[in-house]
């Protein structure tokens, strides 16, 4: 009977920097995800902010992580080729009670250890950003802010992991937890696994998951935030990230740029069930409408596409992290809403040291994947792109013309470890239908590639999550694609 030493629950940036954390060492690790693809929960769907982390109360994990993960994912995006931009952020205000929460916020700051932070005032504030609105008075600066690509860093880590030795088993959703022999069972809808500690990294569905174990002390209550994401043509309007002043909603509509080089609108939060990604036109008009006050020439007609995702609130400010207490062995990454994504490395370090604790081997692991390159065609200069080409001709054919994303990018994705099986899941790795036309033109022949390298038939790709299929068959001739 094979035992594994850790099961994680969950396929976000959470649970797949653990994945990473722990193939540093001779662990066996299995993560189970219950879509087809790593980063298809929240981790896919936020702000894609690497916050400084003068926001989190003093003395919280949530701080402590914040501006610990804050440094290690600059260094993880340097060593795995993940998009990545330290812009610096800023927090505008436009009166004098904006202006003490400003200072506050700045003394929060300075005691969760961020770096470099500073108050702005007018002058000096507009030539920084020329498009803010001229009522704004002062802002909070904070030079370690960055933007991040964040569903490429679970893929990163999850690719690396797995390169090293650890396992991971898509569409494998957990139903039920039990403890036989001094250990674990997990129950899947794809079968049975079982280890010797489990960590529950399951986002919006913490709660659940952590009751199976027998720990039903939290509740999620899932808060959802809505986003526009506007075409590249407005990429000049900002260089950092700028949000309002917090209120008890959260951190507020920020406008910012993405390392795709779009411009990113939103969120707002409002309480949703678990799976409510949908757009609506309340939330979008909320989301406008703020955006419009910090930065006044904002162009939402050059929007290209809404989304929304769903932040994880325990209804505490702070995370949930650690072992539980009735169930030993079991492990909680609950909780984690915003700033989880740039807290993620860090909680994974935290985690991976717990566990060692307990008694796992911290021998080092010899085939750990420390780091991973990537080619971007579009990216490159000249002479670069005539080498790629001459390396690997399938880099002279562009695939996505809205991206500049070529064959040879996306047969790479495709020999990576976990290949992806999905429109979105190549989306995610290569960028493909990310620009104007929203996969109008590429659509087909990604899905024609990814049949041809599965061997699939292309009935069965589909756009994102199982069953959300493209394509039924032919409408003459023969059946089957
Ligand atoms: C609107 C919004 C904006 C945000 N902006 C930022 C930001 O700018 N910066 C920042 O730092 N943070 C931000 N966050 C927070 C950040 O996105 C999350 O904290 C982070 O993505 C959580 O990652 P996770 O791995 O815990 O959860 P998830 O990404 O949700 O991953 C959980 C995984 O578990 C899987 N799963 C669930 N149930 C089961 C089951 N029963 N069996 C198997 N698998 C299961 C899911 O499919 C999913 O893949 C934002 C969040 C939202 C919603």
Not at 11 to 24: A, P, T
Not at 56 to 75: D, F, I, K, S, W
Not at 432 to 447: N, S, Y
Not at 450 to 457: F, L, R
Request: net charge positive.
């Amino acid at each position: 009977m094979l035992i594994e030493d850790v099961i994680i629950i969950g396929g976000g940036v959470c649970g797949c920097s653990l994945l990473y954390e722990l193939s540093r060492y001779r662990i066996k690790t299995l993560l189970l995800e219950k879509e087809n693809d790593v980063a298809d929960g929240t981790s896919k769907a936020n702000s894609a902010i690497v916050h400084a982390g003068y926001d989190p109360p003093p003395g919280t994990m949530m701080a402590r992580y914040n501006v610990e993960g804050n440094t290690l994912m600059e260094q993880l995006c340097t060593d795995l080729d993940i998009l990545y931009k330290k812009t610096g952020s800023l927090v505008v205000g436009f009166d004098e009670t904006d202006r003490k929460n400003i200072e506050k916020l700045y003394v929060k700051g300075n005691k969760n250890a961020v770096p470099g932070l500073r108050i702005v005032e007018r002058e000096e504030l507009f030539r920084m950003e020329p498009a803010l609105n001229r009522d704004i008075v002062c802002a909070l600066y904070a030079p370690t802010a960055a933007i991040v690509a964040p569903w490429e860093f679970a893929i990163a880590t999850a690719e690396c992991a797995v390169k090293g030795g650890a396992k991971l088993e898509f569409n494998a959703e957990v139903t039920g937890i039990k403890k036989e022999n001094g250990h674990f069972v997990v129950v899947t809808t794809k079968g049975e696994y079982r280890a010797r500690f489990v960590v529950n990294a399951a986002g919006v569905n913490s709660d659940i998951v952590s009751g199976m174990a027998g720990e039903k002390f939290f509740t999620i209550q899932p808060k959802r935030g809505e986003y526009y994401i506007l075409d590249t043509t407005e990429a000049n309007l900002i260089n950092m990230v700028v949000f309002p002043c917090p209120s008890k909603l959260g951190k507020g509509v920020l406008v910012a740029p993405t390392v795709h080089g779009n411009i990113i609108v939103g969120p707002d939060s409002t309480d949703c069930p678990r799976d409510a990604t949908e757009s609506t036109a309340a939330g979008l008009e909320y989301v406008a409408k703020n955006a419009l006050r910090s930065v006044p020439s904002v162009n939402l007609r050059a929007s290209i596409r809404n989304f929304s995702g769903v932040r994880a609130d325990a209804g505490i400010e702070d995370f949930i992290v650690g072992e539980s207490k009735r169930t030993p062995g079991f492990f909680n990454i609950a909780g984690i809403k915003s700033p989880g994504l740039s807290a993620s490395p860090a909680i994974a370090k935290d985690v991976a040291g717990m566990l060692l604790d307990k008694g796992l081997d911290s021998t080092p692991n010899p085939d750990f994947v420390a780091t991973r390159k990537v080619t971007r065609f579009k990216h490159l200069n000249d002479d670069e792109k005539k080498e790629a080409i001459k390396r690997n001709p399938l880099y002279g054919t562009i695939v996505c013309r809205c991206e500049t994303v070529t064959e040879g990018e996306i047969v790479d994705a495709l020999n990576r470890p976990l290949p992806p099986r999905s429109l979105d899941a190549v989306k995610r790795r290569c960028a493909t239908g990310m620009g104007r036309c929203q996969g109008g033109f590429c659509g087909p022949r990604v899905m024609a590639l990814i049949a041809k390298h599965a061997n699939m038939s292309q009935i069965d790709i589909p756009l994102d999550k199982e069953g959300m299929y493209i394509v039924t068959g032919r409408t003459k001739g023969k059946r089957g694609l």
